[in-house]
């Protein structure tokens, strides 16, 4: 049975942690719900991680469309949210709603995630208010990279954490389902944590979030070049690539297991 956001409101009044990893394909995908993972974000580090660009803002609609059907045709459990990518929502109310549209139509995901709080409040209440969930992610939102000068942890001084509370409310007040919080100190996650009503999900932001999100290739410690403070890996790849290339090399790999055989008397005919 597929995740509603009412099981996910439930989760926080319960206290019980809300899960959420990246996807972008269908096997990670269908290995996340197997797994048991209550969210999954098709997120635009899609652009970083899978196609290798240095930040988010290349990312297409046509690119987020494209890889959230592959994801929601991989899981049929999660809650999907994906990334409305930049300047799919940025220039007017009305790309916003069209553009999460097409995400649900077309990607077919259960809801969108925008970067902005305060500032983009007419676009969450327009896209609410066409039945479209929509997240609100406030704190380190890298579509605004050049205006942030850099990637770097947010909310650290008065004014920018009062304005993250703010942000946080503003993003429920206009209808947002849920908040998510990157790269801020764990005891503003706190603060705004228990100020709203709506779930909130953490990276970089400390156990006091209602979940915490990883992207796919850090849980997986695939990015070797790149590893964030906040980011824990949990299976060590590099490790098992490193050891397939030993096993080759010493003849170790393939063995009878992984090899397929043929009758002898077939054998002698031909040999
Ligand atoms: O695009 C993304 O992967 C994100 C992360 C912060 C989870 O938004």
Not at 25 to 53: C, H, K
Request: with cysteine; net charge neutral; aromatic share 8%.
């Amino acid at each position: 049975m597929r995740k509603t956001i009412l099981d996910l409101y439930k989760q926080k009044e319960n206290k019980q942690k809300i899960t959420m990893v990246t996807s972008y394909d269908y096997l990670s995908a269908r290995l996340l719900d197997n797994a048991g993972i209550d969210m999954i974000l098709i997120g635009d580090s899609l652009g970083m991680v899978v196609l290798g660009y240095e930040d988010t803002l290349s990312v297409t609609m046509e690119d987020m469309i494209h890889h959230s059907r592959a994801v929601s045709r991989g899981a049929k459990n999660a809650f999907i949210v994906a990334d409305l990518p930049f300047m799919s929502y940025q220039a007017s109310v009305e790309d916003a709603v069209k553009n999460s549209g097409r995400l649900l139509k077309e990607g077919r995901v259960n809801a969108v995630k925008l970067e902005g709080g305060l500032e983009f409040a007419s676009h969450i209440k327009a896209i609410s208010n066409a039945f479209i969930p929509v997240m609100a992610h406030i704190g380190l939102t890298p579509q605004a990279v050049h205006m942030l000068g850099g990637y770097r942890v947010q909310g650290k001084d008065e004014i920018l954490a009062k304005k993250l509370i703010k942000d946080a409310k503003i993003a429920e007040e206009s209808g947002a389902f849920a908040l998510l919080l990157e790269c801020i100190p764990y005891a503003l996650a706190e603060i705004i944590t228990k100020e709203v009503s709506i779930p909130t999900i953490g990276i970089g932001a400390g156990k006091y979030c209602d979940g915490q999100v990883l992207v796919w290739h850090d849980l997986l410690g695939l990015n070797t070049e790149f590893k964030p403070k906040f980011a824990k890996v949990y299976a060590n790849t590099l490790e098992g690539i490193k050891k397939y290339i030993d096993e080759v090399k010493q003849g170790e790999f393939p063995s009878q297991e992984h090899s397929f055989s043929m009758a002898d008397e077939v054998l002698r005919k031909i040999y």
